[in-house]
């Protein structure tokens, strides 16, 4: 059931980091430090695959997704898009870029203009790109994308308030999916929305994934949707990479300790796998990324760590085929 | 054993634009001494509501309790005046609410917001109330303890917060803690030491516990009973066992099979619960879950189901095809077994 990624990328990060300076001062501003946000992480999509980024708040994952839509432009490394590097691209090219790569944001409350009416909403990618300049055709691609993402055409003429959250989070993802893109970023897209309700988007998204043969890099913080839509996911503590995997190769054989940590924090919904379940949380609470400890970042925390790992930071090794983890004390 | 806690009939009503709102509309149960109970259901069930009616912590207006009885330690909270439930608040009752940066005072310290319960309860003198303090925040594991007193909200991080909420709740020894969702704005380590504490403090000290929350997950690992709630009432009472391996009210069959589970590899497409969330204004007489029901009958749009025993004692679910659905369950999980 799962299509494996075919050889070409469509996407490669290598070595990317984005630090965001600290400044003091307001006219002459001096710059007494920098959160690293994200600190030298490598990793590829294939196309059609679905790769997972989870960690926790802090940890990196949205600037990282920014950094590949180039909202922010990224402090060092290298983002190739379809072969392409587009680390250094100028704004006209970034619109071309665009076309291809959409995003769907966590809350439809506050990522859809109030003052507009969903059609307008969904036909403006269209129109800024120039794609439809007949109005009729545009209204009736419009009215296609609310169906394709389970609305009623109708809806065109509503505004975003009348709607439920659900509702709203298809209007965004019909948005996304107006300009015709090949790979959309997912963050956090349906952390906002009701149990009984998520599953209704996860759901969609899959189809939307078969039926247009998108690729999505899905940013979340729920390990146990990540599992369900992932094809290989990558954990992220403190702006790095600390493992990665394909998805039920992670979720059942955990190497790195943090991984550990927070899979056994997860509770589960069956009182019987709970009562036996083997409980140890980390202890602890995240550092702070403007002085991330030195050598590896997660050995305050760690109760594997020893003298070593406080001098040097760990590269990601592949301990078995395709399962990467940055531990030097994993064997 | 009398129960610690009874909740008979609760009715809170909210005026709005759109109309009237019955946030909560006849809601009964019963928490006992030292137990932990869920109250589970997604927004707009009432399950806040609900638990901030028990604190008589409705704004009114727009919000009105216009029937039911709280019975607590056998006395009916509606009937206090408002001097006396102050003395309960915080006293006999702690709360422990989701976002502690709202809920604790911006512009006191740690400390003062500890000591401030103890005096105003217990009467105790600054010196006293400051030891107790200690004890405390020693207790939900801060370390560090003098230092932290002396500190502000600010200058702590959100999981220390939460503790410190904690250490308020508990400050003056309570029979129950209401706590909503406590860890939702948690990240998932944090969250799971929140939790433990909250589990090991309430053992150690026998304080019940009452779980507001929409995390599934979490109730199974903490409740022994749970309340699942839908449109202002609640549709399915139980043990957490009874629950989660037995369900009989469609709601909860429905929340339970649209979750994926971290715990096994994907089986194919989720399982959805159809349709949207009710509109609370718009509510007839029958069962609210009713449009989205694959079970729904005639009978379903013509009166309420009322909460009638199923299964095992104390399980109860609000549904007029509760028990033909239990074989219809059994049949399923055969074929798909098959």
């Not at chain 1, 969904?122 to 609305?151: F, M, N, Q, T, Y």
């Not at chain 1, 065109?156 to 015709?180: C, K, N, T």
């Not at chain 2, 005639?298 to 009166?303: D, E, F, L, Y």
Request: hydrophobic share 40%.
């Amino acid at each position: 059931m799962r299509d494996g990624p075919t050889q070409t990328p469509l996407l490669e990060v290598r070595g990317l980091a984005m630090h965001f300076p600290i400044t003091e001062g307001m006219v002459l501003a001096r710059r007494i430090g920098e959160v690293k946000a994200v600190d030298g992480i490598d990793f590829s999509i294939g196309r059609g695959e679905t790769l997972g980024l989870v960690g926790e708040s802090g940890c990196g994952k949205t600037t990282t997704g920014r950094c590949i839509l180039r909202l922010e432009r990224p402090t060092a490394g290298q983002i190739l898009y379809d072969g392409q590097d587009i680390t250094q691209l100028a704004s006209r090219d970034l619109v071309a870029l665009r076309r291809r790569m959409q995003v769907i944001f966590q809350d439809p409350y506050s990522s859809l203009n109030p003052r507009m009416k969903v059609g307008d909403i969904i036909a403006e990618p269209i129109r800024v790109h120039g794609l439809e300049p007949d109005g009729s055709k545009r209204k009736a691609k419009v009215r296609e994308l609310l169906s394709v993402c389970g609305l009623d055409p109708k809806f065109v003429d509503r505004y975003p308030h009348e709607m439920s959250g659900g509702q709203r989070q298809r209007v965004g993802i019909a948005r996304a999916l107006a300009l015709d893109p090949e790979f959309i970023v997912c963050d956090e897209a349906v952390s906002a929305l009701d149990v009984s309700i998520q599953a209704q988007i996860v759901n969609l998204l899959e189809d939307l994934r078969e039926r247009f043969r998108l690729t999505y890099l899905f940013i979340a913080h729920d390990l146990s949707v990540v599992r369900h839509l992932c094809q290989r996911v990558a954990v992220m503590y403190l702006g790095r990479i600390v493992e990665l995997a394909d998805g039920d190769e992670l979720f059942d054989n955990p190497l790195h300790p943090y991984t550990q940590a927070l899979l056994s924090a997860v509770p589960i919904p069956d009182p019987r796998v709970e009562a036996k379940r083997q409980f140890r949380p980390a202890k602890g609470e995240v550092p702070s990324p403007i002085n991330p400890p030195s050598g590896c970042v997660f050995h305050p925390r760690c109760p594997m760590a020893v003298d070593n790992c406080r001098k040097a930071r760990p590269a990601l090794r592949e301990l078995r085929p395709g399962h990467w983890v940055a531990c030097s004390e994993v064997k | 054993m009398p129960p610690l806690l009874e909740v008979k009939g609760l009715h809170t009503e909210f005026r709005t634009g759109a109309g009237i709102v019955r946030a909560v509309d006849g809601v009964s149960y019963s928490v006992d001494p030292g137990e932990t109970v869920a109250i589970v259901g997604e927004s707009g069930s009432g399950k806040s509501v609900g638990a901030l009616s028990i604190l008589r912590l409705i704004p009114n207006p727009p919000g009105r309790i216009t029937a039911g009885e709280i019975l607590f330690d056998g006395r009916d909270l509606l009937k206090l005046s408002t001097a006396d439930m102050r003395e309960i608040r915080g006293r006999d009752i702690g709360m422990v609410f989701q976002e502690p940066m709202t809920s604790l005072n911006p512009v006191l310290t740690i400390g003062r917001q500890i000591t401030e319960t103890l005096e105003r309860h217990q009467g105790a003198d600054s010196g006293a109330a400051e030891k107790r303090a200690l004890e405390l925040l020693d207790m939900v594991g801060i370390a560090d303890a003098p230092r932290r007193l002396r500190q502000y909200p600010h200058q702590l991080s959100g999981g220390m917060r939460q503790r410190v909420m904690i250490a308020v709740a508990l400050a003056c020894s309570p029979k129950l803690i209401i706590a909503d969702e406590p860890t939702t704005a948690l990240d998932v380590t944090i969250q799971a030491q929140i939790l433990e504490l909250m589990k090991s403090l309430s053992v150690k000290l026998g304080v019940a516990l009452i779980v507001i929350t929409h995390n599934l997950g979490i109730v199974a690992r903490y409740a022994s009973r749970v309340n699942v709630m839908y449109a202002g009432r609640v549709v399915e009472t139980g043990t957490a066992e009874a629950i989660y391996h037995d369900p009989r009210h469609p709601y909860t069959i429905a929340l339970l099979r649209s979750v994926p589970r971290l715990d096994q590899p994907r089986r194919g497409r989720l399982d959805p619960v159809d349709g949207q969330p009710p509109d609370l204004t718009r509510l007839d007489g029958g069962c609210a879950f009713r449009p989205r029901c694959r079970f729904a009958v005639a009978a379903c749009a013509q009166s309420y189901p009322p909460l009638e025993a199923v299964g095992e004692p104390g399980h109860f679910s609000a549904c007029f095809r509760s028990n033909e659905i239990a074989s219809i369950r059994r049949a399923d999980s055969r074929e798909t077994a098959a």
